[in-house]
């Protein structure tokens, strides 16, 4: 007899989730690490990053790069990408989002260490880039 688990997550596995429409830590949901005792690097790539610019409220878009090293907790992938939707709809300036970013996994998950880095598309003939990084 063959024992089913139940899946412990609300978005994966779930074909009827919705994109929120404002950012949560609430959100991201997390797994734990099963090699705790090792570092090892994990890196979350995404270029269809879109927010709104906060002074025209055209969207702005961007290659996300996130690199962490777990320690007991991991981020799970597709809350991930519901959490990074969620920013579709916000006007945040650039520098903002790539802070709140790291803020935001941080606390969710508490990594030995993590980098956050957003490349925005020029805009009016200037890119800009933002890293951040915890600790």
Known sequence: MSEEKENPFKLLGNQAGARPTCPSQS??????????HRDYEITFDTEDFTSLCPVTGQPDFAAITIHYVADQICIETKSLKFYLASYR???SFN????NRILEDLVAVCAPRRMTVEGDFSARGGVAVSVSASHP
């Open 95 to 98: 520098e903002e989002i790539v």
């Open 89 to 91: 709809d916000v006007p």
């Open 27 to 36: 959100i991201l949901e997390t797994f734990p690490n099963r090699f705790p």
